[in-house]
């Protein structure tokens, strides 16, 4: 018991969430070309979902969070287990829909803080990869509909590779973070539309994160000048 309050003490609220997220985000493109890549990859992202459930803390979001992750965590499997075909699209935006509703619970838990934690800063840091990982999933689902919407060195990213995740991972990530090398392009309409909303999306984070931190400083600052 005490090993265990020690531990959420260390790693708080969301300190699990961040470590399933690098795990899943940093292990995905070494074992792609593995025999085992693709349980791999669906192990990991279902306890990447069932953490993100565990992160909710009040009784109304647990049970969205619940009833949302559910579908996605079986729609995962079942192509496997019930080898059921086709199922991709539907879990790709479910996933996306679940996710999303955490990094928006996360953040609004972040932003009604008063003072700067390492919760805090935890939290910021696992919204920031929940929005990357959005958006690999809605590429994921444009690609089923459109194979030639995203290139890479001008050649259509295949449905393989989407699968994968690992193209889709750098595409996503070097969007956020607006580097843009343009090796892998969106082609279609959709995908330079989502492009450009992940790209805002990032920035505005960025912007609104150093704001609300500086000002939980300055504020904490001010309160213990004015106490001496």
Request: some cysteine; proline content about 3%; charged content about 10%.
């Amino acid at each position: 018991m005490a090993t265990t309050n020690v531990t959420q003490r260390v790693l708080g609220r969301f300190g699990f969430l961040l470590i399933a997220l690098v795990l899943f985000l940093a292990t995905t493109p070494l074992a792609e070309h593995t025999s085992l890549a693709e349980g791999r990859f669906r192990v990991l992202f279902t306890v990447v979902l069932l953490i993100g459930v565990y992160t909710m803390s009040g009784r109304r979001s647990l049970i969205v969070a619940a009833v949302l992750a559910l579908p996605a965590i079986v729609g995962n499997w079942i192509e496997v287990v019930a080898e059921v075909e086709g199922t991709a699209p539907f879990v790709y935006a479910l996933s996306a829909l679940f996710l999303g509703y955490v990094a928006a619970v996360v953040l609004a838990a972040v932003l009604r803080e008063q003072q700067v934690t390492t919760d805090t800063v935890l939290g910021g840091i696992c919204v920031y990869f929940l929005i990357g990982i959005v958006w690999i999933l809605l590429y994921a689902l444009v690609i089923e509909f459109d194979p030639g919407a995203i290139l890479i060195n001008g050649k259509p990213v295949s449905y393989e590779i989407a699968k994968g995740s690992s193209t889709l991972i750098y595409f996503s990530f070097v969007t956020l973070t607006t580097l843009g090398y343009g090796d892998v392009a969106p082609h279609s309409d959709v995908a330079r539309m989502l492009a450009a909303g992940e790209a805002v999306v990032g920035q505005l984070f960025i912007a609104v994160m150093i704001a609300r931190l500086v000002g939980m400083h300055i504020s904490i600052t001010s309160r213990a000048n004015d106490e001496h």
